[in-house]
Structures are given as structure tokens and as C-alpha cells.
């Protein structure tokens, strides 16, 4: 018997645990969530005026996301797997060495496993060197920046089983393809590694305040500016890093980071919510104007570079739009992170196709082409994209034939975009196993 109410008393604990999640939830609300994760929407009984057959699955993920406490059991889990197993409880973090975390996105690149392909530097490179030469017809300097991951800067703080690649990585091959199209390049490796003073957080995957003071200044001198000097007094920042937020959502602890004591003269325009903000505008004493397409990383970098110009629009955009700058700037950057150079290659910039002589193709392809069309940000233009049935030659352009007149288009591995206006007859011309192939397009409608 007495068995028997220990087992019913221990039951109903174990239920009474269970339902504190759910308890909690409603009387305090559902948890925030954990970092930059997208929670699942609310669920709803009845949808289109019908019983929604996924209330169910929704209402358990919308649980799964937001019950009482979750960011707490979440942090205990973490600390426990670290401290007695060494192992991070996120997919997307990395338990270094010495207290450092690393963003698991970078170690495909770090350890070299899925390089990219010839044809996807290629991609990369060209579309790089249309986007140049577009601004040069406009007048602007144009310059490629690559934020090097955090590994690529501090690989000693890896842990031992992630063995870094002796191969080229993707950004020394980049390189010389930008050279081979006179691309404009800035790299920054070097003004960031071996310094005295750490120029990345320890617990973030971003540089720090005094590593994004060394990249203004090596962009400016790339640009033909005058740069600060790099001996400057620095001061102790505290920050919250966002891998340590992925890892431990319910503790505040800040590390200390070196940061610049220089006070930034410049002003925003319009409302500014945060650094994050899609598009950033801002002004200053200073002589020139800028566009910049940056990521996370120009965070903190547009903040350096924008007392540097009288006029500076920071824009988030990727892919990157041109019809987003009304004015042509003097300068115009592009920013990226080096785990993110692929998306060079995927995700093709928006500008007006340069005008070019008709290739000389040598067969003709009987398979009809789809392309896509829809209204691009440039009045009179209109964007064209599609894939070839099989990919290009590695360093194979794309030409494409509109009413007439010919365009080179920007790449993707296995297809094609290109702003141009409105035309009934369309034909692309590639090169394929040597030789010019021509393809007739039939049109769908696009986004």
C-alpha cells in the first residue's frame, strides 16, 4: 500500500512538472525567442472560412517555441553539455578553445569540404566585374570587401577535431579571379590578424569595435583615401555576443572588447531603429558620397565609414540592387562575408546589361528556353532570369539577343539574369562543351 502512494505521489509530480511549461505559459505568457530564430506563427482553428486540418501541428509548434521558461532549460542544457562533455547543445555554434565560439557556417569553409566550383568563381567574378564596370560608365569607384570569417583570423582557437584545409580556400581562389577581371578587391586578412589588441569577439562572429576601425581604414586606403592611423587609444566595450546568445539565451554575460576612443562625428537621416536596419542613411562633415551593400558585418563598419563621406546609404540588399541608389554615389561598395561568397554566384546583382557585338555561335539548340519576366526597379527595364538545361563551360558568358539588340547577361552556375527592356523575341547564346550554343526562349511571367 504504501508502494502504491508512492508511485501515485510520484505520478503526479511528474505530471505537475509537465504541466508547469504549459501553466506558466498562461500565466505569464509565452517565452521570447531564443536569438534571431523565427518562431512559428500563432496558430488558427479556422482558416479561409474552413476547420484548419493543421491546427493541431501548428499549436505544437507554437508551444515547442514559446513555453514557460524555455530560454532558462535551454541555457541549463548548454552549460551542462559544455562543461561535462565539451559538446555545444546549438547545430549552429562551435565550442572553441579558451571560452571562444565560432559560427558552424564557416567550417565547410574552414575545413575545405565543399569548395566552390570553377564555375561558381567564375559566376562570382564576372558578375563582380559587370557591376564594376556599370559604375564606372556612371562615374562611381567601385570596390569588392570581403569580411573574413572569424576562423580564418584566429584558426588556433579551434577545437582540435576540425583540422583546417592545407587547400586554397574560396577566398584566395576569388581572388585571383577578380584579379583575371580587374576587379577592384580589398583584403583584409592582414590588417586583421597578429594584432596585439583581438579585432574579433571572442563570443561573437563579428569583428569587434577595433577590428571594424582597422577594415575602414584599410577600405579607405584601398579607395585612394586618407585613413587614420591604426595606432589609436583603444577602450573596453562590453558586448553581448549573438553565439553566446544561441548558446545561453537566458544569461546576459558580456565580454569586454577593445574598441576605438575616437568619438564618431556623424548624424542618421530618418528614423533609425538599430544597426540592422535594411537601409541606413547618414551624413556628415566629411567630402564624398557613398553606397554600400553590406551584411551583419557592416554593423559595425558603417559606422566607421560614415563619417569618412558627406552622404552615406548603407543598404542590407541582396541581391544587390542598383536601382536603389537615385543618385550614383562617388564611391560604391560591396560587402560580404566570406562564408557567404557563394550567394555571389547564386543571387545575381540587379543592373542594366551592358550593350555587346553579337557572338559567333557555331550550333544551335533545338530545346526551347524558359525565361522568366517581371518589372525591375529601373524604369523602361525588365528582368529577365531562367537555367540552361545543362550547365556552361566554366568561364562561359551569357549573351542575350532582345528585339535585335545584344546584352551581356550576369551569371548564375547553370543560368542567367539580365535587366533590358521589354522585348517579343529573346535568344541567349552560351558556351557549351567548346562551342556557342543559341537557345530560343518562350516567356512565363515572373514575381
Known amino acids: 500500500m504504501k ?19 504549459l501553466a506558466g505559459m498562461l500565466a505569464f505568457g509565452p517565452s521570447d525567442a531564443v536569438s534571431n530564430e523565427r518562431l512559428a506563427a500563432k496558430p488558427r482553428l479556422m482558416r479561409a472560412g474552413k476547420l484548419n486540418p493543421d491546427f493541431l501541428s501548428e499549436t505544437a509548434d507554437y508551444f515547442a517555441g514559446r513555453f514557460f521558461l524555455r530560454p532558462a532549460l535551454i541555457t541549463a542544457n548548454s552549460a551542462v553539455q559544455a562543461a561535462v562533455f565539451r559538446e555545444s547543445a546549438s547545430e549552429d555554434v562551435v565550442l572553441g578553445d579558451s571560452g571562444w565560439l565560432f559560427y558552424a557556417d564557416t567550417l565547410e569553409d574552414f575545413q575545405g569540404t565543399n569548395p566552390m566550383t570553377g564555375r561558381e568563381l567564375f559566376c562570382a567574378a564576372r558578375n563582380l566585374a559587370l557591376l564594376q564596370e556599370y559604375c564606372a560608365q556612371q562615374g562611381t569607384s567601385f570596390l569588392f570587401v570581403c569580411a573574413p570569417n572569424k576562423n580564418t583570423i584566429y584558426p588556433e582557437y579551434m577545437p582540435a577535431q576540425y583540422r583546417k584545409t592545407e587547400e586554397e580556400s574560396d577566398l584566395d581562389r576569388l581572388e585571383l579571379a577578380l584579379t583575371q577581371q580587374g576587379v577592384l578587391f580589398c583584403d583584409l586578412r592582414r590588417t586583421l ?3 596585439e589588441s583581438l579585432t574579433y569577439y571572442q563570443t561573437d562572429s563579428h569583428w569587434n569595435g577595433y577590428g571594424s576601425y582597422l577594415a575602414c581604414g584599410q577600405i579607405l586606403q584601398a579607395l585612394g583615401r586618407n585613413a587614420d592611423a591604426e595606432d589609436i587609444p583603444l577602450s573596453s566595450q562590453a558586448h553581448l555576443g549573438d553565439l553566446y546568445q544561441m548558446l545561453y539565451p537566458a544569461s546576459d554575460r558580456e565580454e569586454d572588447a577593445p574598441a576605438p576612443e575616437n568619438q564618431r562625428t556623424f ?8 544597426a540592422d536596419d535594411q537601409l541606413i542613411e547618414t551624413q556628415s562633415g566629411a567630402e564624398g558620397t557613398l553606397f554600400m551593400f553590406r551584411d551583419s558585418f557592416g554593423n559595425a563598419l558603417h559606422a566607421d565609414l560614415a563619417g569618412q563621406f558627406s552622404q552615406a546609404v548603407f543598404s542590407r540588399s541582396m541581391p544587390y540592387d542598383l536601382s536603389q541608389a537615385e543618385e550614383m554615389p562617388e564611391v560604391l561598395i560591396a560587402e560580404i562575408a566570406q562564408r557567404n561568397l557563394r550567394w555571389l554566384a547564386q543571387r545575381p546583382p540587379l543592373l542594366p546589361a551592358p550593350q555587346r557585338q553579337a557572338p559567333d555561335w557555331k550550333r544551335e539548340s533545338q530545346q526551347k528556353l524558359s525565361v522568366s519576366v517581371s518589372e525591375s526597379g529601373f524604369e523602361g527595364l525588365f528582368c529577365y532570369e531562367g537555367s540552361f538545361p545543362e550547365t556552361p563551360d566554366t568561364d562561359a558568358a551569357v549573351f542575350a539577343c532582345v528585339d535585335g539588340a545584344w546584352y551581356e547577361a550576369c551569371l548564375t552556375e547553370d543560368g542567367f539574369r539580365f535587366l533590358a527592356p521589354e522585348g517579343s523575341d529573346v535568344r541567349l547564346v552560351t558556351a557549351m562543351k567548346g562551342s556557342y550554343a543559341r537557345y530560343q526562349t518562350e516567356r512565363t511571367k515572373g514575381g
Do not use: E, N
Not at 3 to 21: D, E, N, R, T, Y
Not at 267 to 274: E, F
Open 193 to 195: 590578424a597578429g594584432r
Open 3 to 21: 508502494k502504491q502512494k508512492q508511485g501515485k505521489l510520484l505520478c503526479a509530480l511528474c505530471l505537475a512538472l509537465l504541466l508547469v511549461p
Open 267 to 274: 548624424s542618421y537621416l530618418g528614423d533609425v531603429r538599430g
